[in-house]
Nanobody
Framework: VQLQASGGGLVQPGGSLRLSCTAS????????MGWYRQGPGKERELVAR???????NYTDSVKGRFTISRDNAKKIAYLQMNSLKFEDTAVYYC???????????????WGQGTQVTVSS
């Protein structure tokens, strides 16, 4: 199982980016998918999470600006980031709780991280 994150880049304050996280491999099902981030000198934090049925939650600092969504058929999670601020600068990691084919329990996988830099 692999998670491939993409969509990061350099953006000015107030700008937008959309991150994508694609799961591939021997997958029977995916439960929660989410995005974490780790800024310079900071601990990794949960940014947003979405359940298989679409229930979402966000860290307070991104509420109203970020939107997480998913396409279950394509095994992709998205993070639409609007009104970006300097403090959103971080490496963003996607995660997914995956049920591998032949397994009876979910395992959490992590993507490789994608850099988001907000700078003028």
């Amino acid at each position: 199982v692999q998670l491939q994150a993409s969509g990061g880049g350099l953006v000015q304050p107030g700008g937008s980016l959309r991150l994508s996280c694609t799961a591939s491999g021997s997958i029977s099902g995916i439960n929660n998918m989410g995005w974490y981030r780790q800024g310079p000198g900071k601990e990794r934090e949960l940014v947003a999470r979405i359940s298989r049925r679409g229930t979402t939650n966000y860290t307070d600092s991104v509420k109203g600006r970020f939107t997480i969504s998913r396409d279950n058929a394509k095994k992709i999670a998205y993070l639409q980031m609007n009104s970006l601020k300097f403090e959103d600068t971080a490496v963003y990691y996607c995660t997914a709780d995956v049920l591998r084919r032949g397994s009876i329990r979910y395992t959490t996988y992590w993507g490789q991280g994608t850099q988001v830099t907000v700078s003028s």
